[in-house]
């Protein structure tokens, strides 16, 4: 079993450190902790965006220097600040977060550009995916691999485009929620319980208006149902209510998989799988570690753990589950969504 990592652990808060930002402005900070752990060659991590938990979460865990060896050394050593421009709740973390990074040895960069110059792969962690297609693009001329944190665009159509143009310049990318990696849900792909005949996934749901609904938090869920039903799901309908969705999904083999989505009551992740052998229940959640382990694997080798066609199914699947919200709850066919996108 892969080490459980404290969420509380990963983000605490760092003691205040005296910092100077400005426009086009690099800052560094070498803490004592961190100072000795020098970056091999090929090994230096980029981060793009600290408005998100995420992105002090994976710099402390790269950076310290009891790092697990699954990490294979890389360690981030920049970081570009700016995500969101209009997402308040986003917003209002980039000073904090940024405080933290610099603490961990972290350089601060004033561009997406200057921070590509200074790194060999990329996380790019921008909390609002509508900006993640525009500075993926950055990346893929730059010729750095890069992950993609969730969402990975806020729009099926800017998927597709980032896919595009990732084959356009021969850049490996990967996306993915760290859900996918939650308690058993790899042993269940693995056929732990033999061929899976269909499951139920619920994580929170919260819903930003910026974003389709599912995209902002939803995907959690959506990804963990993928994770163990696969691709081949065909149509999609959707029950709302100011608290609650349900999606529910037919796969082209007659299977169905249910995500429930929830903005009341304890936020959890989790769900349960029936399969030919037996059913197995999906958690707890592992925290960000099993995600990183992926990653750097992902970095090593170029092979994304995730294929394109899996992601992108996983993104029709939100954004049908929209239309069939427009349409009072009647089933939409990915096929259709995934077309009309790519018409876009």
Known sequence: MKTTYNRRRFIRTASAAGMGMGMGVITKFTGPVFAACAPQAGKRVGIIGLDTSHSVAFARAMNDKGASSALRGYRVVAAYPHGSKDIE????????????????GVEITGSVDQLLDKV????????????????????????????????????????????????????????????????????VRDGKIGNVLGAHAFSPAIIEKTHP???????????????????GCKTVSRI?????????????????????????????????????????VLGPYQGYMPLLEQIAAFFETGKPPV?????????????????????????VALERVLKTAGRG
Do not use: C
């Open 89 to 104: 709740s986003s917003v209002s973390r980039i000073p904090r977060y940024t405080k933290e990074v610099l603490e961990l």
């Open 307 to 331: 294929s394109k066609e899996e992601t992108l199914e996983i993104f029709a699947f939100m954004e049908a589950a929209d239309e069939s919200k427009r349409k009072n709850g009647a089933a």
């Open 240 to 280: 709302h209510t100011e608290g609650t969705d349900l999606v529910i999904g037919v796969w082209e083999d007659g299977r169905i998989g249910t995500f429930r989505g929830t903005r009341t009551g304890k936020h959890e992740y989790g769900g349960t799988v029936h399969g030919e052998d037996g059913h197995l």
């Open 213 to 231: 609904d599912l995209f902002w938090y939803g995907v959690h869920g959506v990804e963990m149902l993928f994770t163990v039903m696969g691709t």
């Open 120 to 187: 060999d792969v990329v996380l790019l962690e921008t909390n609002d995916g509508r900006l993640h297609l525009q500075q993926a693009l950055a990346v893929f001329r730059a010729g750095k691999t890069v992950f993609i944190d969730k969402p990975i665009a806020a729009s099926l159509a800017d998927a597709l485009a980032i896919f595009e143009a990732a084959e356009k310049y021969r850049v490996p990318v990967f996306s993915a929620s760290s859900l996918r990696y939650i308690n058993h849900a790899q042993e």
